[in-house]
Antibody, heavy 118, light 107 residues
Framework: QVQLEESGPGLMQPSETLSLTCTVSGFSLTSNGVGWVRQPLGKGLVWMGT???????NYNSAVQSRLSISRDTSKSQVFLKMNSLQPEDTGTYYC????????????WGQGVMVTVSS | DIQMTQSPSLLSASVGDRVTINCKASQNINKYLNWYQQKLGEAPKLLIY???NLQTGIPSRFSGSGSGTDYTLTISSLQPEDFGTYFC?????????FGSGTKLEIK
């Protein structure tokens, strides 16, 4: 069955670089996109970016200068890297399967909470 | 960026009620509109994609409609398990954007 699982550090310092991993199973990264969505505590959802089946990426312009999404298809892993972290980057980060015509999120990971604090 | 305005932000309804949640886009999104339900501490769940397509496994009491800039999620007969927060999402134009959410409470 399709599964996604995020992993990464829970606590970060301001100005550090966040690295998250999304490990997928039950589908191929060469046939499906994977996107990242952030949710500040108690707030709404923000699409951050997506890596597509062909390896191309799209980013939210609000974080594009700080964000990089990549993948290792042999390991079925998608990576999020975001630099220059600030306290407002605190929140739960989800990865989700992203289909080009149907949109994001027919399958989601459970999310990983990231706190940016000194 | 396309702004997605949801209304109401808070909704209280009784079991059996017909419930509608609205989402208005700041420009035409060509029916590329999805609806998600999220419960506290859980990932969102896709209910409806592309305005009116029911995601596999979602009960038929959920339905969607709309076109252009105006979209609606309808729950035909509210069930106790339908509490949570509902989000709309447009995937017509970059950056993709979510609505701010509608919290649905069961009376």
């Amino acid at each position: 069955q399709v599964q996604l699982e995020e992993s990464g550090p829970g606590l970060m310092q301001p100005s550090e670089t966040l690295s998250l991993t999304c490990t997928v199973s039950g589908f191929s990264l060469t046939s499906n996109g994977v996107g990242w969505v952030r949710q500040p505590l108690g707030k709404g959802l923000v699409w951050m970016g997506t890596i597509w089946a062909g390896g191309s990426t799209n980013y939210n312009s609000a974080v594009q200068s700080r964000l990089s999404i990549s993948r290792d298809t042999s390991k079925s892993q998608v990576f999020l890297k975001m630099n220059s972290l600030q306290p407002e980057d605190t929140g739960t980060y989800y990865c989700a399967r992203h289909r080009a015509t149907e949109g994001i999120g027919d399958y989601w990971g459970q999310g990983v909470m990231v706190t940016v604090s000194s | 960026d396309i702004q997605m305005t949801q209304s109401p932000s808070l909704l209280s309804a009784s079991v059996g009620d017909r419930v509608t949640i609205n989402c208005k886009a700041s420009q035409n999104i060509n029916k590329y509109l999805n609806w998600y339900q999220q419960k506290l501490g859980e990932a969102p769940k896709l209910l409806i994609y592309n305005t009116n397509n029911l995601q596999t496994g979602i009960p038929s009491r959920f339905s969607g409609s709309g076109s252009g800039t105006d979209y609606t999620l309808t729950i035909s007969s509210l069930q106790p398990e339908d509490f949570g927060t509902y989000f709309c999402f447009q995937h017509n134009s970059w950056p993709l954007t979510f609505g701010s959410g509608t919290k649905l409470e069961i009376k």
